[in-house]
């Protein structure tokens, strides 16, 4: 059955530390996303990859950086993390067709203090 | 850019009655897809049912299905016979040819079924 796990599934992470969230896929899939969720706000796209060794900025990627040594492998990382980058984290998946539907992964709730 | 937009923040509606969510959304585009998307109290986000902008067709999925208003940008979600485990926080999301196969989510609306 196709996948997208995401680990750890939550952390307590130190301001100014760095924090790297990874998310593995057995899909197959071309396309890999990280999205942020806090509340009120949806889910907002923080990076994004079409294909391996290669990375695209989303709609609020100030503060995060992304890898996608593989495509299996997608991760995003926080070089300094900050009390507002306290938030659920979701990974995702989708098929190079713009009506393919997303897998998402169990997200990962990040606690900064 | 897209946008999509929930205005129903929460409903409360009585086990077995059908549900209306409502979504609208702004694009410039002439081929775009929508879909609806289901994140249950563990917090897993589940895909329920699309709509491709060039199908006049409402889509139906199981007790899903769709009203497809495209001259009003609107894409409103129908649950009949509710039951208590379609309670969750129920996202519209839209896709377009042209972006790059991003999906732009709205805001989501917490849906509460009781007996």
């Known amino acids: 059955e196709a996948a997208v796990t995401q680990s750890p599934r939550s952390k307590v992470a130190v301001t100014g530390g760095k924090v790297t969230l990874s998310c593995h896929q057995t899909n197959n899939h071309d396309y890999m996303y990280w999205y942020r969720q806090d509340t009120g706000h949806g889910l907002r796209l923080i990076h994004y990859?079409?294909?391996?060794?290669?990375?695209e900025k989303g709609d609020i990627p100030d503060g995060y950086k992304a890898s996608r040594p593989s495509q299996e492998n997608f991760s995003l990382i926080l070089e300094l993390a900050s009390l507002s980058q306290t938030a659920v984290y979701f990974c995702a998946s989708t098929r190079d067709r713009a009506n393919s539907d997303y897998t998402f992964g169990s997200g990962t709730r990040l606690l900064v203090i | 850019a897209q946008k999509v937009t929930q205005t129903q923040t929460s409903i409360s509606v009585m086990e077995k009655t059908t549900v209306t969510m409502d979504c609208v959304y702004e694009t410039q585009d002439s081929s775009y897809f929508l879909f609806w998307y289901k994140q249950t109290a563990s917090g897993e986000i589940v895909f329920l049912i699309r709509q491709d902008s060039y199908k006049k067709e409402n889509a139906t999925v199981g007790h899903y299905s769709l009203n497809f208003q495209k001259p009003k940008s609107s894409i409103g979600l129908i649950i009949t016979a509710t039951q208590i485990e379609d309670s969750a926080v129920y996202f519209c999301?839209?896709?377009?040819?042209?972006?790059?196969?991003?999906?732009?989510f709205g805001q989501g609306t917490i849906l509460k079924v009781y007996l």
């Open positions: 999301a839209m896709r377009v040819a042209s972006s790059g196969q991003k999906l732009v």
């Open positions: 990859s079409y294909v391996a060794d290669s990375t």
